[in-house]
């Protein structure tokens, strides 16, 4: 089975606001760029939505794939291990339950690796996972993020 590579990226304007994640797949010759954006949200959600994201898009269980990432958000709270004690606590007093709970569902399907990058320092593949998400939200049909909806607005 071949390895995959993911950039992955989100962001919202206004934190909360529109907002929307892309993503830049690759292994061997393939290539697909999958982005989608939001009516409401907030950036976190959308840096997490897009590696959740790139999971439910493999197709075979136990693909290898490597994950890079400017959220540290994420990617310090998988390579750190802090999901797994938020699960343990049922999430209490953490943001974003609702997206960790099906982060965690489909982690383990997989052999993933995360590797943190920063953001806008000219990554080729992290410049174009950013744009896919700006223009998501700036150009496309807006979804509704509803259980940030829900939660989140008077």
């Known amino acids: ?20 994640y892309g993503i830049v797949m690759l ?9 989608a954006g939001f009516r409401l ?13 790139a999971l439910e898009t493999l197709k075979f269980n136990g693909t290898d794939i490597t994950i890079y990432s400017d959220s540290k958000y994420v990617v310090d709270a ?10 343990k606590k049922n999430f209490a ?7 960790w709970k099906r982060f965690l569902k489909i982690y383990p399907s ?20 950013d744009k896919l998400a700006v223009s998501a939200y700036q150009e496309g049909v807006l979804e509704v ?5 829900a939660t989140n607005v008077d």
């Open 1 to 20: 089975m071949p390895e995959v590579t993911a950039y992955t990226d989100g962001g919202a304007s206004g934190n909360p606001g529109p907002g929307g």
């Open 27 to 35: 292994s061997g010759k393939h290539r697909k760029e999958i982005n």
């Open 41 to 53: 949200t907030t950036n976190n959600r959308m840096e997490l939505l897009a590696v959740i994201i």
């Open 78 to 87: 998988v390579k750190k291990g802090w999901v797994f004690n938020w699960e």
């Open 93 to 99: 007093k953490k943001k974003n339950p609702d997206l």
């Open 110 to 129: 997989h052999s993933v690796k995360f590797v943190w990058v920063k953001g806008h320092a000219g990554n080729e593949l992290n410049e174009l996972a």
């Open 145 to 149: 993020d509803e259980v940030y909806e």
